[in-house]
């Protein structure tokens, strides 16, 4: 059995595409897109249309990601309408606004895939831990942290979540993070998905990179109006697709509490991120 996991497209339209050209050659037997195919990006209608399209033509499993849960968070009718949030959270509002009546096909995305396989074992993915969606899972997590991350311990357990890709063993079970589709953090700028082959009652992982068409990738956000519309968080997130590396974590960790006071202003903020 060959079985392609993912994850993190994050409304990259180009990557998606190469990725699935990719499949196309692989063949695999089971495919699971293990969360955030949107939002943190330019081309989320296209991306969320072509994974459903996928599911239903193709049969691929969906898994629900934080980026989705952060984009069904402003249908609430609580959501903060002005402020600071409002650009804070500029990508997700800018997302939820372009995919309209779709909120409910992410409200149905389960936490899980699971099958059984022939030897009784289980093959589990979930976006980043069984502990939630926003938990991940590094190379550096401690062993007993990452017990609790794939309890109750399957024989394969995929994740995305992270955007590093890693092939971990404890116990007796094989741990994948299968690195980002759309948006990698490990200074490699390619597309990633993780490749599994079930063969003799063991699962082998492999990583794989795919070149894409990152010119027009970094284009897309001109074309669809992302670059200005989504507010200044737009910058930083462009830059992620540049430097295949981490912004948005570091910029919440450094200047959120002071945007949110009024200390700052985002684009202040952004400005000075980028400049350090």
């Known amino acids: 059995m060959k079985l392609a996991v993912l994850a993190d497209v994050h409304a990259n339209w180009r990557a998606l595409q190469a990725v699935a050209e990719h499949l196309e050659r692989w063949r695999p037997d089971r495919v699971v897109v293990a969360g955030d195919v949107i939002n943190r990006g330019p081309r989320p209608v296209e991306c969320l249309d072509f994974v459903l399209k996928m599911q239903r033509e193709r049969g691929w499993q969906l898994v629900l990601g934080n980026h989705e849960e952060y984009v069904i968070h402003h249908a609430s009718p609580r959501e903060p309408l002005a402020g600071p949030w409002i650009q804070i959270w500029g990508s997700s509002r800018w997302t939820y ?20 396989m022939p030897d009784g074992s289980e093959a589990r993915v979930v976006h980043a831990s069984m502990r939630g969606t926003r938990d991940g899972i590094f190379l550096e997590t401690p ?19 992270t955007h590093i890709p890693l092939v971990r063993t404890i116990g007796e079970s094989l741990v994948v993070n ?3 589709a759309g948006l990698p953090f490990d200074r490699d700028s390619r597309a990633c998905y993780a490749q599994l082959t079930w063969h003799d009652d ?17 284009r897309d956000y001109d074309e669809t109006g992302f670059n200005v519309e989504a507010g200044p968080i737009a910058r930083l997130i462009r830059d992620e697709l540049a430097q295949a590396r981490s912004n948005l974590f570091e910029w919440t960790r450094d200047y959120e509490t002071a945007v949110v006071a009024g200390q700052i202003s985002m684009a202040e903020s952004v400005m000075r991120f980028l400049a350090a």
């Not at 995919?99 to 409200?107: D, F, H, K, S, T």
């Not at 062993?143 to 979540?161: M, N, S, T, W």
């Not at 063991?202 to 970094?218: K, L, P, S």
């Open 97 to 116: 606004e372009k995919l309209a009546g779709r909120v409910p096909a992410l409200e149905a995305l389960p936490l899980q895939q699971s099958w059984i």
């Open 143 to 161: 062993d007993d942290r990452l017990r609790e991350q794939i309890a109750p311990p399957p024989k394969l357990f995929v994740v995305g979540h």
């Open 178 to 180: 299968a690195g980002s």
């Open 202 to 218: 063991r699962w082998t992982a492999e990583i794989v990179r795919v070149a894409y068409d990152r010119a027009q990738a970094d």
